[in-house]
């Protein structure tokens, strides 16, 4: 079935440094989506990306969707302590299509 | 306005007992979801209910899980004979109907969690 990986599982940073967190399909997607999770939040829908090679931006968050549309990134410039949490790639293979394939996450921790 | 909501909030049972979690999803939500998070873990998919549709039950780890959706509305996620292994935060989300490419138009917006503990 459908896997979608997610590297590193944990990262730890000092504040100011950037960080990076990538995934990867064994399938082409139709769509990738990210979220972030608080420590002892839910998930919360950051962005979704459809066309391939996209890439878009949110302040010093920068997601790209790679041409192929079987990789994803998500790079964060400077991070802040605000920054801290897991952050979730999810993956949908049909058009339109509701269910979504988590990532196993990336835990960011960031040094102040 | 109201998100999606879950209860109970947390949840501890005995080993054997039997368990029911509910979710409300967003009003006007067709699609809804069941995943469970293990502690510092990913998000596994349970199930998947979109509309009148049969619901996608291909994540149910055993027959001792299942699920309801009444009226296209609430949804309970039913854990017979809990084990240890069962526990977890179960979460529930719930999205509008999939448009395709329109922005943010499949977003699923998730619930606080049901945390389970079987001792």
């Known amino acids: 079935g459908q896997q979608v990986m997610q590297i590193p599982q944990y990262q730890h940073v000092q504040e100011g440094e950037d960080f990076t967190t990538y995934c990867n399909s064994s399938?082409?997607?139709?769509?990738i989506q990210w979220y972030k999770q608080r420590p002892g939040g839910h998930p919360v829908f950051l962005i979704q990306l459809v066309k391939s090679g996209e890439v878009k931006k949110q302040k010093r968050l920068t997601f790209q969707f790679g041409e192929a549309k079987k990789n994803s990134s998500l790079h964060i410039t400077a991070t802040q302590t605000t920054d801290v949490g897991t952050y979730f790639c999810a993956g949908s293979v049909i058009q339109g299509a509701q269910k979504l394939v988590f990532g196993q996450g990336t835990r960011l921790t960031i040094n102040p | 306005g109201a998100g999606v909501s879950q209860s109970p909030s947390n949840k501890v049972t005995e080993k054997g007992k039997d368990v029911e979690l509910r979710c409300d999803p967003i009003s006007g939500h067709t699609a809804l979801y069941w995943y469970r998070q293990s502690l510092g873990q990913g998000l596994e998919f349970l199930i998947y209910?979109?509309?009148?549709?049969?619901?996608?039950k291909s994540g149910l780890p055993s027959d001792r899980f299942s699920a309801e959706r009444t009226g296209g509305s609430v949804s309970t996620l039913t854990i017979q004979r809990t084990q240890q292994e069962d526990s977890a935060v179960y979460l529930c989300?719930?999205?509008?109907?999939?448009?395709?490419?329109?922005?943010?138009?499949?977003?699923?917006?998730f619930g606080p969690g049901t945390r389970l503990t079987v001792l």
């Open positions: 209910f979109q509309g009148n549709s049969a619901p996608d």
């Open positions: 989300a719930s999205s509008l109907p999939g448009q395709g490419y329109r922005e943010s138009y499949n977003e699923q917006f």
């Open positions: 399938t082409t997607l139709s769509n």
